[in-house]
């Protein structure tokens, strides 16, 4: 009788690894792409040579110089804004509820923005104070939800609120500021992986390093509150301090991504949706997020450099919003249909 | 014919071990309004009892607070002889178990993916997922007669099913006490007696002690072995249903002029609503 559990609980696995090996397929071939592909092109022969050490110098310059602190850099932060995504959207139960729509990001973007044109700073500087405007965004929003508790919907409403708050600052700031200056911060606000340095790499890999695994402690505590607060409280899992503690781990994801690269658009918005599609269980899947956040990230700014007519080359942030936008208008579509959240 | 049938001697399959389970001077709320006001009750082992009440009286509340979802505001829940506020949530879940008015099933979940994360409780750092788990769900499948429906998609099935396969979570949970917050809403008078009839069955058999909120006084007393009737966040009247449901306390609970018949099926109390049209006859009204 248990041979039907065992065998259902291996199908699904199953599905959910074979939906792992292709994405991380296609994330293989863009990232291959991304470092082969541009004004200099390389075979994949010489392409390899080069990362194994043995390239020529012009090689050497343009691929590990060059491309391949960008498309890592794209791999992840792709990766953090995905996984913050799906941990907003799974512990507020709702599919808007994610950095990008609810000021998080919006806060290290008006941070970033004040760090550059009101106290003149720049380079890990900004990247700082994008972190803490996140933070601090992200802790107003909790704060302000806070009834005895926190409701999704509550919080998802009062992020908006802070959303159009933090956007009506970073216009004022644009506004005042002298013509150059904006056209920097503007660049910022779009989001964009080109002029990757290695320390911010580093930084974010670190922080991914930390923060993955304790996701991953966690995760059967978010497979309790999908279920609603009462179904998880009644399984023994503490509410009110694992969600706290899901949203500290989806915060600092979203803030460390967003010091990196700006706010690029929607990326935490539509990874999870798509990746929970793809795998169909009804399961977290993390993993496949995480994936389909590097795959539209790097993605983006491979048709972002390359793709666009005119030799045109935009920042990534374009690209993904070109992406995110129309999902946005298609979930507010069919939400009332369906009555249902993520 | 008696309604509820009489608990059958201790067969093979009861195996649900006997809890004390008391709320002694239990006040609960929200928001510093109490609902539920300094209420002594003691939940019978291996038996059936139902919670029922007028909207509002405090009856989803006390069970929620039983569950251990609400910090007392004042008094405490017993657990064998411990207040369960200090016992861990994880330890108190693999005794009680509670199924929520309105749980929230995944998109695309399978029912015994959302059966298995019943056993969350049982399992922790050094132990993960195992074929004792697997045989344990498989049971809670078949007890609810859902074990076919295991690779379905949980939004594809009926009500009934649906609740038959959140039934099966609980008792996934492997819990001694079962609380269930109106598990019978939402669904047609075909489902409702589906459903009661299995946790009856499952309070017979096992040996599982069932505490309910219904809404339906009719399906409450015949299912009850013993029936609490809540108003005002207090206990009005409790004890078997033949002695608990009376024209006086029914009058006290709801507010409702009602005659008390003894339903033909099996002789316990039915209520009779009379309303404002159709009892006496006065000038004037309809007759």
Not at chain 1, 311 to 320: E, F, K, R, S, W
Not at chain 2, 246 to 257: H, I, K, Q, R, Y
């Amino acid at each position: 009788m248990s041979a039907i559990i065992t065998a259902s609980r291996l199908i699904q696995r199953r599905r959910e690894g074979r939906v792992v090996a292709i994405l991380a397929a296609v994330l293989l071939a863009i990232v291959v792409l991304s470092l082969a592909v541009g004004a200099y092109s390389l075979s994949i022969p010489d392409l390899v040579r080069t990362l194994l050490g043995g390239g020529a110098g012009n090689e050497n310059f343009i691929v590990l110089k060059l491309r391949l602190p960008r498309v890592s850099l794209a791999v992840l932060a792709g990766v953090a804004f995905a996984v913050s995504g799906a941990l907003f959207q799974t512990v507020l139960r709702n599919p808007l509820a994610s950095p990008d729509i609810i000021g998080v990001t919006g806060g290290a973007s008006a941070a970033a923005v004040f760090s550059m044109l009101i106290l003149g700073l720049g380079g890990v500087a900004t990247s700082v104070s994008a972190f803490l405007g996140a933070l601090i965004v992200a802790a107003a929003i909790y704060v302000l939800a806070w009834r005895g508790g926190v409701a999704g919907y509550r919080f998802v409403l009062i992020g908006v609120g802070i959303a159009f708050m933090v956007q009506g600052f970073v216009s004022y700031l644009l506004s005042r500021a002298d013509l150059r200056n904006a056209q920097e911060a503007l660049v910022w606000l779009v989001g964009s992986v080109s002029g990757a340095r290695w320390q911010d790499i580093t930084v974010v890999a670190v922080f991914l390093a930390v923060l993955l695994p304790a996701v991953a402690v966690l995760s059967g505590r978010m497979r309790g509150l999908q279920m609603g607060d009462d179904a998880a409280s009644a399984l023994g899992i503490r509410v009110e301090r694992a969600r706290l503690a899901l949203l500290v781990l989806a915060v600092a994801l979203a803030a460390v991504a967003t010091a990196a690269v700006g706010p690029l658009a929607f990326i935490a918005f539509v990874s999870a949706p798509i990746a929970r599609r793809v795998v169909g269980t009804g399961g977290l899947a993390l993993l496949p997020a995480a994936l389909v956040g590097a795959i539209i990230t790097t993605g983006a700014d491979f048709v972002a450099q390359h793709l666009l007519p005119g030799d045109l080359q935009l920042p990534a942030g374009i690209v993904t919003g070109a992406i995110g936008a129309p999902y946005l208008l298609w979930l507010l579509a069919t939400a009332n249909r369906n009555g249902k959240g993520a | 014919m008696v309604c509820p049938p009489v608990p059958a001697a201790a067969g093979a399959r009861r195996h649900a071990q006997e809890h004390e389970l008391r709320a002694v001077g239990l006040s609960l709320g929200y928001d510093g309004a109490t609902i539920v006001d300094t209420l002594d009750l003691t939940i019978e082992p291996g038996r059936v009892t139902v919670i029922v009440g007028a909207n509002a009286s405090g009856k989803s509340t006390l069970l929620r607070g039983i569950a251990r979802l609400l910090r007392p505001e004042a008094g405490e829940v017993v657990l064998d002889g411990t207040s369960i506020s200090s016992l861990s949530s994880k330890k108190v879940a693999t005794v009680v178990g509670l199924l929520p008015q309105q749980p929230i099933a995944p998109d695309g979940i399978t029912v015994s993916d959302l059966v298995g994360r019943g056993r969350y409780p049982h399992q922790g750092w050094f132990r993960q997922w195992s074929s004792t788990d697997d045989a344990i769900v498989a049971d809670a499948l078949a007890a609810t007669d859902t074990l076919a429906l295991a690779e379905r998609r949980v939004e594809e099935l009926s009500g009934g099913q649906r609740q038959r396969v959140w039934i099966a979570m609980a008792l996934a949970q492997d819990p001694d006490i079962l609380l269930l917050d109106e598990p019978t809403s939402f669904l047609d008078v075909t489902h409702q007696i589906e459903v009661l009839d299995l946790l009856l069955e499952l309070n017979r058999e096992r040996g599982t002690t069932v505490v309910m909120v219904l809404h339906d006084l009719n399906l409450a007393a015949r299912y009850a072995d013993r029936l609490v009737v809540m108003g005002g966040g207090k206990i009005i009247a409790a004890g078997v249903p033949a002695d608990t449901l009376t024209t006086a306390v029914v009058s006290d609970a709801f507010g409702l002029e009602a005659l008390i018949v003894a339903d033909p099926v099996c002789g316990s109390p039915m209520v009779v609503p009379i309303g404002r049209f159709h009892g006496a006859p006065a000038p004037g009204t309809l007759g």
